[in-house]
């Protein structure tokens, strides 16, 4: 899902022209295409130029970076990269009237009147207010509440397209709601100490966002109810984490089963506590089984390995339940929205099987290394 339909319409033109940039080997545009395909005069063309320069100007660290005319009628970039982009972005939608009103919608409407976080914000109360008017058709315009998963949960997927938008925007460059960081490292502890491995940097930002969306959708009273579809079997490992993470939290909520039911299966998910794991709280969805067979099927069928001696069958079968798990539960969508219809569309078997592993690129790793 591509959430750049929150920023404001000067700053969408902005990413749209600096994405542009970034899509160009030279980096260069030709500004008379460029005002034309934006249907922008050439006025309007310079006023943005000077903004994105301002833009990228409070965002470049120690290299500068800047766009200039080096010859007449000719764009060119310097020193923007996809993490200045990122950054950019993030610059965007923090001044976004729309993702402010999202962020009250989703994790503060409960807590807070209107007023109070317009003031809090130093926003215009009628900017705010027009904003969270149109947030719901908007969201649901660009998907925000259509499932991508077999998850029918409103909640559930509520909270999943949540953590996409932080993760996704947030990953490398910053932390979402910082205040949050001293709690979110307890618990990011508190979780570590029950599982087999340490967790690698990637997998320790991704938890950290997860929590924090966990955690303040939980402040707010949003509950994830206790109609999952996944549920897991107590253990004395699960146990011990459910408690410490109460102990945590004991001063701001109770931690009640179905919520931690809810986090401990996104670390199975995640491949966090291993195949085994995985496989067992998968046992509950028919759907992984099947497409892991369809797939490991229709590979041999249609010989797509040239080399299927060489294949470990067990690790690569072990490899594609962890993606089809991922798929059908916590899935994460790519920037581009992909519905599980579009998938199943695909007449080809190595379309499909490409777009399956580029959803999921840790397990697409594992997968090659069987191959």
């Not at 339909?5 to 600096?18: G, P, R, V």
């Not at 005002?35 to 130029?49: E, G």
């Not at 950054?87 to 409407?109: C, D, H, M, S, W």
């Not at 960081?181 to 950290?208: R, Y």
């Amino acid at each position: 899902m591509d959430y750049t339909f929150l920023l404001s319409k000067n700053d969408h033109i902005c990413f749209d022209i600096l994405s542009r940039f970034t899509q160009q080997a030279d980096q260069t545009l030709n500004k008379e295409e460029l005002a034309q395909s934006l249907s922008l005069t050439t006025y309007q063309l310079n006023k943005y130029f000077e903004t994105m320069n301002t833009d990228l100007a409070s965002v470049a660290e120690e290299t500068p970076c800047y766009l200039d005319e080096p010859n007449k009628g000719t764009w060119q970039a310097f020193g923007l990269n996809s993490y200045l982009l990122q950054k950019v972005t993030l610059l965007y939608l923090n001044r976004a009237p729309l993702f402010t009103a999202l962020e009250y919608q989703f994790f503060y409407n409960h807590l807070y009147t209107k007023k109070e976080y317009v003031t809090a914000n130093y926003m215009s109360s009628s900017v705010f207010y027009r904003s969270l008017d149109s947030l719901s058709d908007t969201l649901t315009k660009h998907n925000f509440f259509q499932a991508s998963s077999l998850y029918a949960s409103k909640e559930f997927t509520v909270r999943l397209h949540l953590f996409q938008l932080y993760y996704t925007l947030y990953n490398g460059v910053s932390e979402p709601f910082e205040p949050l960081n001293p709690l979110i490292d307890n618990m990011v502890a508190a979780i570590q100490s029950g599982l087999p491995d340490e967790l690698n940097p990637t997998q320790e930002t991704k938890l950290a966002t997860f929590l924090r969306i966990w955690l303040l959708r939980m402040l707010d009273k949003n509950t994830i109810g206790n109609n999952q579809q996944l549920q897991i079997k107590p253990t004395a490992s699960s146990q011990a984490m459910m408690e410490q993470l109460q102990n945590l939290l004991a001063d701001q909520l109770e931690l009640t089963a179905e919520e931690f039911n809810y986090l401990y299966s996104f670390l199975i998910a995640q491949g966090y506590l291993g195949f085994d794991k995985m496989r067992e709280l998968a046992a509950n969805i028919p759907a992984v089984d099947e497409l892991t067979a369809q797939f490991m099927g229709e590979m041999q069928d249609t010989n797509v390995l040239l080399t299927t001696h060489l294949v470990d069958d067990h690790q690569l079968e072990d490899s594609l339940l962890s993606i089809h798990f991922q798929f059908t539960t916590f899935y994460i969508e790519p920037t581009t929205f992909i519905s599980l219809i579009k998938f199943s569309s695909l007449p080809n078997f190595t379309q499909r099987l490409t777009l399956l592993y580029r959803t999921a690129l840790p397990s697409y790793n594992a997968v090659r290394t069987c191959i």
